[in-house]
């Protein structure tokens, strides 16, 4: 099985393991860093900001 590298929205990294939100892919660290990223943590708004070019690519 080919592994298929895909880049990475919040860190721009290219990975293979990570989850998919519609086109858009997260790599498994990230997804981790932003589970357990607390609310007023200073990387929160990142992840969100990140998060919202996906709704706004989304609902374009
Ligand atoms: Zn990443």
Known sequence: ???IHQRC??????RT???AIWDQFICQPCEQEMVKTDVNDEKYPFFIHQM???WLKKNA
Do not use: D, P
């Open 17 to 19: 393991a990570g989850i």
């Open 9 to 14: 929205i919040v860190c721009g990294e290219e």
């Open 52 to 54: 919202r070019q996906i």
């Open 1 to 3: 099985m080919e592994n």
